[in-house]
């Protein structure tokens, strides 16, 4: 089978590799598509993870085998894969915080283990990293999953309430499901931040109120949000940019006892002054990936058409142009979205 393997040093390597075969309790999944995340951006630029490995752990397609004693599946099962390993047994996942597992990342597919960006990927646990496809979700929608689920993941974990005013920053692919999830779920009014005009777009689209481009406000952005939202601002900010001047800004614009949820992981080091959190009592929460519960919730959000997709697929490329245009053109188009490969 065809596999793009990173060996490190800012190169993908295409390797012809044997079929794998699955053990008791795995799968073989033949990959449709794989999503190209902002994680895989940065191990491919930034060397975040050792080499080798076959990248790519936003999976869809078909069940190819099954190893001796999965259940509730068989060959020819369209599926997704994931979401985040777990072990089952360690304080996190006995407590309800699978994405927290001591073992997570050394069982999750295209961060430890080889991933989705092959013709073949083989599922370590079945039971657990296998979920069936509403026969009505393509697999271009289903791609999308694992950036609806980590977003619903975040907003489930943060301190929103129905009738909240929400401030986003950064509209791609989980800050526009954000958006959507926000508006889903109640609140009274989204402001989005976004300083790519497509993205800004699409932000109006799925149903923000307000869309700007913060680099346009300058310092008037936190004194403009008071006055839009009652003389106190945001009752939530969501960073979504992973960017650092993108997480200090939303530190800034809640209202006093107001939070900021951290989505976007950036890697930059991040300027703070604590005594401005403490002295307007600003709760910081941060939140990692996402629950089995969580990605079938997506799903069934999918088929019942209540979540919007038209836009967020930018694109599909070949297997062989992953580095090019994929790695390459999605650091060069910020108006890019979401670039999935077929293998």
């Known amino acids: 089978m065809k596999a793009a393997v990173y060996v490190g040093d800012k190169t993908i390597r295409m390797e012809e590799r044997p079929l794998p075969a699955p053990g008791p309790g795995e799968a073989v999944v033949e990959i449709a598509l794989c999503g190209i995340c902002g994680t895989d951006l940065h191990i491919y630029f930034e060397g975040m993870l050792p080499p080798p490995f076959v990248p790519g752990h936003e999976n869809v397609g078909t069940v190819y085998a099954l190893g001796e004693g999965v259940e509730g599946f068989a060959v020819g ?31 999750t597919n295209g961060l ?27 697999f271009e929608d289903a791609v999308l999953t694992d950036t609806m689920a980590t977003a619903l993941r975040g907003l489930a974990q943060s301190a929103f309430r129905v009738g909240d005013n929400v401030v986003v920053s950064g509209a791609g692919p989980i800050g526009l499901s954000i958006i959507q999830f926000l508006k889903l ?56 940019a992973g960017k650092a001047r993108s997480l200090e800004l939303c530190l800034r614009l809640p209202r006093a006892g107001g939070q900021v949820l951290n989505l976007g992981a950036g890697g930059e080091p991040v300027t ?30 999918l088929a019942s058409g209540r979540f919007c997709t038209e836009g967020l697929l930018s694109d599909v490329i070949p297997l062989e142009e992953l580095v090019e245009r994929g790695f390459e053109r999605l650091v060069a188009d910020r108006s890019l979205v979401k670039v999935a490969v077929a293998p």
């Open 77 to 107: 099962d369209r599926v997704a894969a994931g979401p985040p390993g777990s072990c089952g047994r360690c304080y996190y996942c006995l407590h309800g915080r699978p994405s927290l597992c001591v073992d997570g990342f050394e069982q």
């Open 112 to 138: 430890r283990r080889d991933g989705g960006m092959a013709e073949y990927m083989l599922v370590k646990d079945a039971r657990q990293m296998l979920y069936r496809l509403p026969d009505n979700v393509s």
């Open 185 to 240: 779920g109640g609140a009274r009014h989204v402001t989005a931040l976004e300083v790519v005009p497509e993205k800004r777009r699409l932000a109006a689209a799925m149903g923000a109120d307000v869309v700007l481009d913060p680099d346009d406000m300058a310092e008037d952005l936190a004194a403009w949000l008071v006055e839009l939202y009652g003389g106190v601002g945001p009752d939530l900010v969501v960073e979504c």
């Open 272 to 301: 703070v002054v604590p005594a401005m959190l403490a002295l307007r009592e600003i709760s910081l929460v941060s939140s990692l990936a996402y629950t089995a519960d969580e990605a079938k919730l997506c799903l069934d959000y």
